[in-house]
Structures are given as structure tokens and as C-alpha cells.
């Protein structure tokens, strides 16, 4: 999977629409990867397959940093993950994740908070 | 004012005559009953049975099988094949008649065939009903007793996960979309679209849970995508499969993939579908995938036939919901001793594919011809065979081949002497397509012949 | 072929396939056990336990390893002086045994993570949230990977 993949599915969203200022709100961060453990042989090319999973994912609030996730290989490659954070203003939220070769995905959602 | 005895009198005439009305009309409702009933368990027009009966619902892989070779191992018993449809169509290879690369003639046999050369009877009928107690099978076409029931009847398509009960969405994805997994109207259709596709999305969908072929869906989408290479289709496939990644051979696939079909195959694997939108024709994933398609195949979930819970014998297995409950070892129903159940019905995590269900089919006809002759048997594992091809001209192929055994510490089952091929480039992959064929005349001499 | 080759790279979706190796022994790249817990607890100050603090929803049970879900909340102030600065995920025989550390702050206003894991056979998930003041909460669910096909 590793050879042809190009990494560009991904989803950031909250899990409620309607948030009011102050609000403690969980998103969804999810991407897929193949991460391979590098532990596997291709049955095509009977080559070890290398390690190639996500590395970190790191959220943004307007460009701030808010929390990040670091993963090792034994994350799924349906990869999901679920975070709170606590929201005052409306606002860019971004998702971006890094994997192991560099390659970089990100996606963000605009989340507008009543006062 | 109080009622006079007149008055009360006027009344009982009314009310006798309300209700002899009343009677008057529900008799003639149960005469209407009684006359579908009288016509409905009118006895099959079948000969009276020479030995202990066992009748097979559904002239399938496994069915077919068992009618067969019970016949064979125990000759005295009157063996009747119970099957609806009047011609037997091929579902393996289907794909590769999809896109041109064998004619229909291969995938169509003759059932009559079939019975005639193995001593069995095939009765032409739709079972609707199994009454346990006085042990009869009703039929379209009559009543039908048996002493052991054998049911291998397939399977059901499950909607639930992507219509929640919608039953017009399900009307709609049946009719418009179908999936193509239980042979038949479904795959002509299926057939249709492809020719008739210009340009866009083609939506094709692998389900989650242990669904008929594992392989099958991908290798759809590998011909679909070899056929549109060829014609100079502007289009490509789009693979949306619940699993987060491909289920079996998986190396093979997504090379083929990768290099055969890299401009007309998107594989998104680990979506679920959250919604379908027919009238824009938009597909929605949990994943954040938005597919807008120009026609598509969806293959929902699958569960056992539902005859299996008319005859009170289904029960959700750990993969789909209503498969058989029955011993592992026996094929019997944990219900009803005088039920066998055989094929892609089965609870246990085996491939539901055709060569599985025909050593099973064999496997059932040996264990019910010990239980009629009074001898002992020994359980044997079903094989494995799937070859799948991935592209056409010369048809290329990669395969799997496995055996189980139980794992009484897991107590589950696992594989045994597994081993797949997965080289479809170069010689090895053309030995393997031409293996592909052979193995399908294999199987077909060995259910019709 | 070998059958492990087989089992750990074509996932037969069925067949308990669960106990899928996920990954193959004996291999350099392995992060065991006792070497990420070391990890996640160097300088900690006091670590409790069985923790009550943590709710733990895992499956008891699944049939892939490929995809476990595993929900986890602690019950923990989050207040600019005391929050939960780490939830450390790991299994306990997966070859790599670390899967994910979740790095918070106050901002985050609960300690609660939710991921999707891979697990190579029946095993113990650890969770360890441990705080910016030094103190580690733990608690281990054991998980079934490979479950029957004929209940
Ligand atoms: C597109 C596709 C490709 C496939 N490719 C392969 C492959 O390459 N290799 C492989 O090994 N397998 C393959 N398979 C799988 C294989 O077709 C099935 O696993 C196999 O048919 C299962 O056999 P069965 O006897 O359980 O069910 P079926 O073959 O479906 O037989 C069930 C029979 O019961 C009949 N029936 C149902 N209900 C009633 C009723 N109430 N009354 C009377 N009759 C009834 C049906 O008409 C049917 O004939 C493929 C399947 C599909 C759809």
C-alpha cells in the first residue's frame, strides 16, 4: 500500500453544532494511513514492507498550538481520535498530522460560537 | 322513559339479524381462507419416497453438492433437491463475464442435468414455510414431508447500517443499484451499467462483517478498472470498504491496484457510508469522503436467508446477523436434530465462497449418510480455493488456499496449511488465470455431472 | 509459505481473523513493554494503581485487531495548576507497545481521549494519564483478540 498511497483523507469536526462560549466540545481527528509495523514482507515483491505510520498529529486553535498526539506503529490505520477542548471564541480549529517520511495532511473546520 | 317490552323485542330482531348478517359474511371469509389454505397444502407432485427422505432447500454450491453425493454414499435414500430457480448461474467468475471475458454459456447450467445424472429429484419450487412438528416443507408448488431436512438456502442482503428501516432507500438500492452478490437479474443489470458507462465515479462498496467473497469485491473493481483502461473510458472506480483495509490478498490486489490501474481505481478502505443521497447522487462517509457518482453497485451487509428464521433455526453469529445455529463439527441445528445446515448460511468464521461450500456440501452428505446408515464419521475440514483475477487479456490471477482447524484453547476456528499466491505479473499470473478456469469447470462437472 | 505469513498478511476477514498477526516476532523495531512504561513514568513522584479515576471503555472482546476502539476519561480538575498533561496508551504483547501518548494542557478542560488501536493477540491495554504535578493513574483491561466463530 505504502508505494502508490497519497495521503489525503482526513476529517476535523465537532461533535456537537451548536456550542456556546465556554463550552467543552470533543472533536474528531481522523485520518487513514496504511501505517505498516515494518514487520511485513510484500507477497508481490517478497520485499519487507518499511515502517510507515503517523507520527504525530497536532491541533490548532487559530494557529495555536492546543494539544498534540504523539503514535508508534501499533496505532489503527482507521485512526481515529476523539479530544475535548474547552471554546471562547469562534474560530479556525486545524488538524495536522505528520507521518514517519514527512509527508504532511491538514484539514480544519470553522467553528462559529454563540455568545 | 323506561323500554316497553315491544320495544325491547324490535331490538333482539335487529341485533339477531346484525348478527346473522355478521356470521353470514365471516363465513364466507373463511371460505375464501380455507380455499388458499386447501390449495396450498395440497401434496407436491412427488413419488412416494423409497427410503428415509431427505430434502435439500436450495440448489446452490452446497446444495447441489449434497444432493449429489448423499445420493452416492447412501443410495436407498430418496433424495429431493428443492430449488427455485429454473437455471443455475454461476456467481464466481460472474466478474469476469461482467466485462466480456467469458460468455454467459459458461457461468449456466442445467439442473435437470444435474438430477438426471445423479439419481436425484430436482423439484422447481419456492419454499415459503417448514413446519417442524409433522416435518413438512411447504412449497409454491405443494407440500413436501422429509425425515432430515438439509437447508442451504444462501444468503440475505442486510440494509440496516446505511437505511435505518428506510424501506424506499432499500426499495431503491435493490432496484436501481443492486449489489450483485446473489446471481441473477442483479449482475445483468450490473452488466448494463457497465457497458453503458461514459464517464465519472463508478461506486462500488465492501462490506463489513464475514460477507459472501471476500475477494470478489476487489476483484470487480480490477475488471471494471481493466475495462474502462481498455475501452478509453473516462472514469474510474471508487472503492469504498468498511474494513480498514483489504480483507484477502491483500499484496496482490493493491499492486494490481497501484500499477495496472492507478488512473482508475481510488481505494478508500476503513469508510463506513454514513449516508447515501440518491437524487444527488452523493455518497457520504464517516472518514469526511464526499463522492459524487455517475452509477454505482452497493454491497450492503449480508445476513443468512431468511428461511432460516422461518424454520426457527437462525441466530446472529459473532460476523452477520441470522446465520445458522448449528453444531460446528455436525452442521446439525442446535434446534431441530433432523436440520442440516450447509453453506454460506453457516455461523463459523470460514470464506463464504464456492469451493468452501461444496467440500462442505460433501462433508453434509456423508455425515447425514452415516447418521441414515447408522455408521460413524469423522469430521473433515472444508477447503478453500479462491482464485480472483485482476486483469483481462490475458486473464491474470492470484489465489488463496486454506483448510481449518479448531483451536480448542481460542475455541475458535484458525487456518490450516493456508497459503495464497499473489504474483499476478509474469508467467505465474497467467498460469493462475488459466487455473481460474479450470478450477470453475472443476466445480461445475462436479455438481452437474 | 508459511501459515504465519499467510495469517498476518491477508486478514480473511472472517476466521477469527482476529488473531491476525498483526505483526511478525523476532524482528528489531520492537519497543517492548517494560521499556515504554519505563518511559512514561520516568520522574514520576507517586503512581497509583487500579486507578478509580480512569474509565476504561474498551471491547472485552473483538474479532480484528486491526481496528479497537478504546475510550478513556479520568477524573482529574484540569485546572491551570493541576491537569493531566499525559495519557499514555500501551499494550502489553503488541510488539511495539507503545500506541499513542495524548499531550494536554488546562485548555483541554477534560481528560478524555478516544483512539482507534491495533492489538496483534489477546493482551492487556495499559492506560497511564499521568499529571503535571508528577502523580501517574493506571489501569489495565484485558482485551480477547480472536474470538470463536461458533459461539
Ligand atoms: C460475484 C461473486 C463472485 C464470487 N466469486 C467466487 C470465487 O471466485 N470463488 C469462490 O469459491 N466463490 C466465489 N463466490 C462465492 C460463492 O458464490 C458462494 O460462496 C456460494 O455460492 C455459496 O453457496 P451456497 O450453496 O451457500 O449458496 P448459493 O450458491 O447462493 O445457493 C443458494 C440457493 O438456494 C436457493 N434458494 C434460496 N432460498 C430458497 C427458497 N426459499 N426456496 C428454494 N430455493 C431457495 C437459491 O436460489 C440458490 O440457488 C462469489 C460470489 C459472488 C456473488
Same mark, same amino acid.
Given at each position: 500500500?505504502?508505494?502508490?498511497?497519497?495521503?489525503?483523507?482526513?476529517?476535523?469536526?465537532?461533535?456537537?453544532?451548536?456550542?456556546?462560549?465556554?463550552?467543552?466540545?470533543?472533536?474528531?481527528?481522523?485520518?487513514?494511513?496504511?501505517?505498516?509495523?515494518?514487520?511485513?514482507?510484500?507477497?508481490?515483491?517478497?520485499?519487507?514492507?518499511?515502517?510507515?505510520?503517523?507520527?504525530?498529529?497536532?491541533?490548532?486553535?487559530?494557529?495555536?498550538?492546543?494539544?498534540?498526539?504523539?503514535?508508534? +506503529?501499533?496505532?489503527?490505520?482507521?485512526? +481515529?481520535?476523539?479530544?475535548?477542548?474547552?471554546?471562547?471564541?469562534?474560530?479556525?480549529?486545524?488538524?495536522?498530522?505528520?507521518?514517519?517520511?514527512?509527508?504532511?495532511?491538514?484539514?480544519?473546520?470553522?467553528?462559529?460560537?454563540?455568545? | 322513559?323506561?323500554?316497553?317490552?315491544?320495544?325491547?323485542?324490535?331490538?333482539? @330482531?335487529?341485533?339477531?339479524?346484525?348478527?346473522?348478517?355478521?356470521?353470514?359474511?365471516?363465513?364466507?371469509?373463511?371460505?375464501?381462507?380455507?380455499?388458499?389454505?386447501?390449495?396450498?397444502?395440497?401434496?407436491?407432485?412427488?413419488?412416494?419416497?423409497?427410503?428415509?427422505?431427505?430434502?435439500?432447500?436450495?440448489?446452490?454450491?452446497?446444495?447441489?453438492?449434497?444432493?449429489?453425493?448423499?445420493?452416492?454414499?447412501?443410495?436407498? #435414500?430418496?433424495?429431493?433437491?428443492?430449488?427455485?430457480?429454473?437455471?443455475?448461474?454461476?456467481?464466481?467468475?460472474?466478474?469476469?463475464?461482467?466485462?466480456?471475458?467469458?460468455?454467459?454459456?459458461?457461468? #449456466?447450467?442445467?439442473?435437470?442435468?444435474?438430477?438426471?445424472?445423479?439419481?436425484?429429484?430436482?423439484?422447481?419450487? @419456492?419454499?415459503?414455510?417448514?413446519?417442524?412438528?409433522?416435518?413438512?416443507?411447504?412449497?409454491?408448488?405443494?407440500?413436501?414431508?422429509?425425515?432430515?431436512?438439509?437447508?442451504?438456502?444462501?444468503?440475505?442482503?442486510?440494509?440496516?447500517?446505511?437505511?435505518?428501516?428506510?424501506?424506499?432507500?432499500?426499495?431503491?438500492?435493490?432496484?436501481?443499484?443492486?449489489? &450483485?452478490?446473489?446471481?441473477?437479474?442483479?449482475?445483468?443489470?450490473?452488466?448494463?451499467?457497465?457497458?453503458?458507462?461514459?464517464?465519472?465515479?463508478?461506486?462500488?462498496?465492501?462490506?463489513?462483517?464475514?460477507?459472501?467473497?471476500?475477494?470478489?469485491?476487489?476483484?470487480?473493481?480490477?475488471?471494471?478498472?481493466?475495462?474502462?483502461?481498455?475501452?478509453?473510458?473516462?472514469?474510474?472506480?471508487?472503492?469504498?470498504?468498511?474494513?480498514?483495509?483489504?480483507?484477502?490478498?491483500?499484496?496482490?490486489?493493491?499492486?494490481?491496484?497501484?500499477?495496472?490501474?492507478?488512473?482508475?481505481?481510488?481505494?478508500?478502505? &476503513?469508510?463506513?457510508? #454514513?449516508?447515501?443521497?440518491?437524487?444527488?447522487?452523493?455518497?457520504? #462517509?464517516?472518514?469526511?469522503?464526499?463522492?459524487?457518482?455517475?452509477?454505482?453497485?452497493?454491497?450492503?451487509?449480508?445476513?443468512?436467508?431468511?428461511?432460516?428464521?422461518?424454520?426457527?433455526?437462525?441466530?446472529?453469529?459473532?460476523?452477520?446477523?441470522?446465520?445458522?445455529?448449528?453444531?460446528?463439527?455436525?452442521?446439525?441445528?442446535?434446534?431441530?436434530?433432523?436440520?442440516?445446515?450447509?453453506?454460506?448460511?453457516?455461523?463459523?468464521?470460514?470464506?463464504?465462497? &464456492?469451493?468452501?461450500?461444496?467440500?462442505?456440501?460433501?462433508?453434509?452428505?456423508?455425515?447425514?449418510?452415516?447418521?441414515?446408515?447408522?455408521?460413524?464419521?469423522?469430521?473433515?475440514?472444508?477447503?478453500?480455493?479462491?482464485?480472483?483475477?485482476?486483469?483481462?487479456?490475458?486473464?491474470?490471477?492470484?489465489?488463496?488456499?486454506?483448510?481449518?482447524?479448531?483451536?480448542?484453547?481460542?475455541?475458535?476456528?484458525?487456518?490450516?496449511?493456508?497459503?495464497?499466491?499473489?504474483?499476478?505479473?509474469?508467467?505465474?499470473?497467467?498460469?493462475?488465470?488459466?487455473?481460474?478456469?479450470?478450477?470453475?469447470?472443476?466445480?461445475?462437472?462436479?455438481?452437474?455431472? | 509459505? $508459511?501459515?504465519?505469513?499467510?495469517?498476518?498478511?491477508?486478514?480473511?476477514?472472517?476466521?477469527?481473523?482476529?488473531?491476525?498477526?498483526?505483526?511478525?516476532?523476532?524482528?528489531?523495531?520492537?519497543?517492548?513493554?517494560?521499556?515504554?512504561?519505563?518511559?512514561?513514568?520516568? %520522574?514520576?513522584?507517586?503512581?497509583?494503581?487500579?486507578?478509580?479515576?480512569?474509565?476504561?471503555?474498551?471491547?472485552?472482546?473483538?474479532?480484528?485487531?486491526?481496528?479497537?476502539?478504546? $475510550?478513556?476519561?479520568?477524573?482529574?480538575?484540569?485546572?491551570?495548576?493541576?491537569?493531566? $498533561?499525559?495519557?499514555?496508551?500501551?499494550?502489553?504483547?503488541?510488539? =511495539?507497545?507503545?500506541?499513542?501518548?495524548?499531550?494536554?494542557?488546562?485548555?483541554?478542560?477534560?481528560?478524555?481521549?478516544? =483512539?482507534?488501536?491495533?492489538?496483534?493477540?489477546?493482551?492487556?491495554?495499559?492506560?497511564?494519564?499521568?499529571?503535571?504535578? %508528577?502523580?501517574?493513574?493506571?489501569?489495565?483491561?484485558?482485551?480477547?483478540?480472536?474470538?470463536? %466463530?461458533?459461539?
Amino acid at each position: 500500500m505504502s508505494m502508490g498511497f497519497k495521503w489525503k483523507r482526513g476529517v476535523i469536526k465537532p461533535l456537537k453544532k451548536e456550542i456556546k462560549k465556554g463550552d467543552v466540545v470533543i472533536f474528531t481527528a481522523a485520518t487513514y494511513h496504511p501505517m505498516d509495523s515494518g514487520f511485513q514482507k510484500d507477497k508481490t515483491t517478497n520485499k519487507i514492507k518499511p515502517k510507515f505510520f503517523v507520527k504525530e498529529l497536532k491541533i490548532f486553535f487559530e494557529d495555536i498550538l492546543v494539544c498534540s498526539f504523539d503514535f508508534e +506503529v501499533s496505532a489503527s490505520p482507521k485512526l +481515529v481520535v476523539k479530544f475535548p477542548l474547552r471554546v471562547f471564541k469562534s474560530g479556525r480549529i486545524k488538524a495536522l498530522w505528520e507521518d514517519n517520511l514527512g509527508n504532511i495532511l491538514s484539514k480544519s473546520v470553522k467553528i462559529s460560537v454563540q455568545n | 322513559m323506561a323500554l316497553s317490552r315491544r320495544d325491547l323485542l324490535k331490538i333482539s @330482531t335487529i341485533l339477531a339479524a346484525s348478527t346473522a348478517f355478521g356470521s353470514e359474511h365471516s363465513k364466507k371469509d373463511d371460505d375464501i381462507k380455507k380455499s388458499v389454505s386447501s390449495y396450498g397444502v395440497q401434496n407436491a407432485p412427488l413419488p412416494k419416497p423409497k427410503g428415509p427422505r431427505v430434502v435439500i432447500v436450495g440448489g446452490g454450491w452446497s446444495g447441489l453438492a449434497v444432493a449429489k453425493y448423499l445420493k452416492k454414499f447412501s443410495p436407498k #435414500t430418496d433424495v429431493v433437491l428443492i430449488e427455485k430457480r429454473s437455471v443455475f448461474i454461476s456467481c464466481p467468475l460472474s466478474n469476469l463475464w461482467l466485462v466480456d471475458l467469458i460468455d454467459l454459456q459458461f457461468l #449456466t447450467h442445467d439442473y435437470l442435468q444435474a438430477s438426471q445424472n445423479n439419481g436425484y429429484i430436482y423439484f422447481n419450487a @419456492t419454499v415459503y414455510d417448514i413446519d417442524r412438528v409433522s416435518k413438512k416443507v411447504f412449497t409454491n408448488e405443494g407440500v413436501v414431508s422429509y425425515d432430515y431436512l438439509v437447508l442451504a438456502p444462501g444468503i440475505d442482503y442486510d440494509y440496516e447500517e446505511w437505511t435505518k428501516g428506510d424501506v424506499e432507500l432499500e426499495t431503491k438500492l435493490r432496484g436501481f443499484y443492486p449489489a &450483485g452478490f446473489i446471481p441473477g437479474s442483479e449482475h445483468f443489470t450490473l452488466k448494463r451499467k457497465i457497458e453503458e458507462f461514459e464517464e465519472g465515479n463508478f461506486v462500488l462498496t465492501v462490506p463489513g462483517g464475514n460477507y459472501r467473497c471476500l475477494p470478489a469485491p476487489y476483484e470487480r473493481a480490477s475488471l471494471i478498472a481493466w475495462y474502462m483502461k481498455k475501452e478509453g473510458i473516462k472514469g474510474k472506480v471508487v472503492l469504498i470498504d468498511e474494513n480498514p483495509d483489504i480483507t484477502i490478498k491483500k499484496d496482490g490486489f493493491s499492486s494490481a491496484f497501484n500499477e495496472l490501474y492507478k488512473e482508475y481505481i481510488e481505494y478508500l478502505p &476503513g469508510s463506513k457510508i #454514513t449516508g447515501i443521497d440518491l437524487d444527488k447522487k452523493r455518497v457520504v #462517509t464517516d472518514m469526511g469522503d464526499e463522492i459524487d457518482f455517475t452509477d454505482a453497485s452497493f454491497y450492503p451487509r449480508i445476513r443468512g436467508s431468511k428461511l432460516l428464521e422461518v424454520a426457527g433455526v437462525a441466530k446472529d453469529s459473532a460476523f452477520n446477523k441470522k446465520e445458522a445455529d448449528i453444531d460446528p463439527f455436525t452442521y446439525q441445528s442446535k434446534e431441530d436434530p433432523y436440520i442440516y445446515c450447509a453453506g454460506d448460511v453457516r455461523p463459523m468464521g470460514f470464506s463464504k465462497s &464456492g469451493n468452501t461450500a461444496n467440500s462442505e456440501g460433501h462433508l453434509v452428505a456423508k455425515i447425514i449418510a452415516s447418521i441414515i446408515d447408522g455408521k460413524e464419521f469423522k469430521w473433515d475440514s472444508p477447503i478453500t480455493v479462491c482464485y480472483s483475477a485482476v486483469s483481462g487479456e490475458p486473464i491474470r490471477a492470484i489465489s488463496v488456499n486454506a483448510k481449518y482447524a479448531y483451536d480448542k484453547k481460542k475455541k475458535a476456528f484458525t487456518f490450516k496449511d493456508a497459503s495464497t499466491m499473489e504474483n499476478w505479473k509474469g508467467r505465474q499470473g497467467i498460469m493462475s488465470g488459466k487455473g481460474l478456469l479450470e478450477w470453475a469447470k472443476g466445480m461445475y462437472r462436479d455438481m452437474f455431472m | 509459505m $508459511e501459515r504465519r505469513d499467510f495469517l498476518k498478511n491477508s486478514s480473511f476477514a472472517a476466521l477469527s481473523l482476529a488473531g491476525v498477526d498483526i505483526f511478525a516476532k523476532n524482528v528489531s523495531g520492537k519497543i517492548g513493554f517494560e521499556e515504554a512504561y519505563e518511559d512514561a513514568i520516568k %520522574g514520576v513522584k507517586k503512581i497509583y494503581k487500579d486507578s478509580e479515576k480512569i474509565k476504561l471503555k474498551i471491547p472485552k472482546e473483538v474479532k480484528k485487531g486491526l481496528v479497537v476502539p478504546v $475510550e478513556v476519561d479520568i477524573d482529574y480538575p484540569m485546572k491551570e495548576d493541576r491537569y493531566i $498533561e499525559h495519557i499514555y496508551i500501551l499494550a502489553t504483547k503488541n510488539p =511495539v507497545a507503545k500506541i499513542i501518548k495524548a499531550n494536554y494542557t488546562f485548555i483541554n478542560a477534560k481528560a478524555y481521549l478516544f =483512539v482507534n488501536i491495533k492489538l496483534s493477540e489477546t493482551q492487556d491495554v495499559a492506560i497511564l494519564a499521568r499529571s503535571n504535578i %508528577g502523580e501517574i493513574f493506571e489501569k489495565r483491561k484485558r482485551v480477547k483478540v480472536a474470538i470463536s %466463530g461458533c459461539s
